[in-house]
């Protein structure tokens, strides 16, 4: 069994009008997380995978994305 602990994607900028829980991944961060889902995905093949997240948008995009 594997353990490991992955933070979000690479933030977008947000305004001070948004809520931080609110903000989005960034097109870098959405890259760079499809890039480590690729990774993991060779690395972890035919291991079974539980991905656990906070509300936050861009940890439920980040776990989307590694999902």
């Known amino acids: 069994m594997y353990l490991i602990f992955m ?4 933030v977008e900028e947000c305004s001070k009008a948004v ?6 991944l960034s ?4 890259y760079s997380v ?3 889902a690729k ?4 690395i972890f093949k035919n ?3 539980t991905i656990w997240a906070s509300p ?3 940890t ?7 999902n």
Request: overall charge neutral; charged content about 25%; proline content about 3%.
């Open 7 to 10: 933070r979000h994607g690479e």
């Open 19 to 24: 809520i931080n829980k609110d903000c989005s």
């Open 27 to 30: 097109t870098d961060g959405i």
């Open 34 to 36: 499809e890039q480590i």
């Open 39 to 42: 990774w993991s995905s060779q």
């Open 47 to 49: 291991t079974p995978v």
């Open 56 to 58: 936050y948008l861009r």
């Open 60 to 66: 439920m995009k980040t776990a989307m994305i590694m």
